[in-house]
């Protein structure tokens, strides 16, 4: 297996077994994921900045069985930025990739899927993003899942979020907003909660905030689980270990008629990032306040 030298940022960077095709239903190898890496970068870094980050990693290809990874690993060359983080286990030495040198790095361990805090290392317990998420049984037509995403879309606009949404590359789709960090997770899980809550019992034949799945039926789950400390959902950008090397997609509200939730490959993504900016570019500069949303969440009373 052939090794291939690359400088990034400065940093001399050996990628090994570049020709191994991590997915072999797509022959995508690991030399295409990191192209892909190196592709998104200047789109995708600005959304993995400063956060702790837990990395899915497939070093056997996703045929196999791939694992988390929370823990930066002793061999990480220094130069790769950790922060030391609270954990019900004590502490966790999280990686913080905040430049392509790092980014093409943790693609060469096999990182496919890169996931993210909703919050950021210098306020830990003050997330900056609220995420709900749309997780369907299979059959679901994508028709319905768009239409709750605009209920989802309406409802954050009447108590004053900036809606944002994300094809995640699996199975369904983010809605997310961005917060001023005024409030700390305690406060916006519950907030999270009360506004699933108010979606599921608009249309509860189709909606349901039961967390066992077994209370579920065939409902589209609205998942509030990501507004806690520690968890993460996954970054703009990242590719999927799923069949046909999907991309996780943050889109333009009058592009998700057209959407599906694993409807972008590295080709396409290459070819989107060409002529359209990243839709959540400027979402920091919507932030609100969670609290003030929470208000007028409940003035609008049943």
């Known amino acids: 297996m052939s090794t ?4 990034i940022n400065g940093h001399d ?4 077994k570049v020709e191994k095709e991590l997915f072999p239903d ?6 295409d994921m990191v192209e892909h890496c190196r592709s ?10 400063d956060r702790p980050l837990t990395l899915r ?15 930066a690993s002793d061999y990480f060359p220094d130069w790769i930025r950790t922060e030391r983080m609270d954990a019900e286990e004590g502490t966790v030495d999280y990686v913080v990739c905040d430049d392509e040198a790092a980014l093409v790095y943790l693609a060469n361990q096999a990182a496919i899927e890169f996931h993210i805090w909703l919050s950021r290392v210098d306020k830990p317990d003050r997330p900056d993003r609220l995420v709900i998420d749309l997780d369907p049984p299979d059959g679901t037509p994508v028709a319905t899942l ?10 954050f606009s009447e108590v004053g979020l900036t809606p944002f949404v994300q ?3 699996g199975r369904g789709f983010h809605v997310a907003a961005p917060l001023d960090r005024s409030a700390d997770f305690d406060a916006v899980r519950e907030f999270a909660s009360d506004l699933a809550d108010r979606l599921a019992a608009a249309d509860p034949d189709r909606l349901t905030t039961a967390q066992r799945k077994a209370k579920r039926g065939d409902r589209i789950f609205l998942d509030c689980n990501r507004n806690a400390y520690g968890q993460t959902f996954v970054c703009p950008y990242s590719l999927r270990a799923r069949p046909g090397a999907p991309v996780a997609t943050p889109l333009d509200w009058d592009e998700l008629g057209r959407a599906t939730p ?5 080709a396409s993504m290459r070819r989107r990032l060409a002529r359209k900016s990243d839709p959540w570019a400027d979402m920091d500069a919507h932030a609100a306040s969670a609290h003030d949303a929470r208000k007028r969440l409940l003035a609008l009373g049943d």
Do not use: Y
């Open 146 to 155: 768009r239409e709750v995403a605009r209920r989802a879309r309406d409802l």
């Open 4 to 7: 291939q030298t690359m400088t």
């Open 167 to 169: 094809a995640t590359g």
């Open 13 to 16: 960077l050996k990628l090994s």
């Open 40 to 49: 998104v970068a200047a789109a995708m870094l600005p959304h993995l900045a």
């Open 262 to 266: 694993n409807g972008q490959s590295p």
């Open 57 to 71: 990693r497939f070093p056997d290809g996703i045929g196999e069985s791939g694992f988390f990874q929370k823990h």
């Open 26 to 31: 797509d022959h995508v190898s690991k030399g």
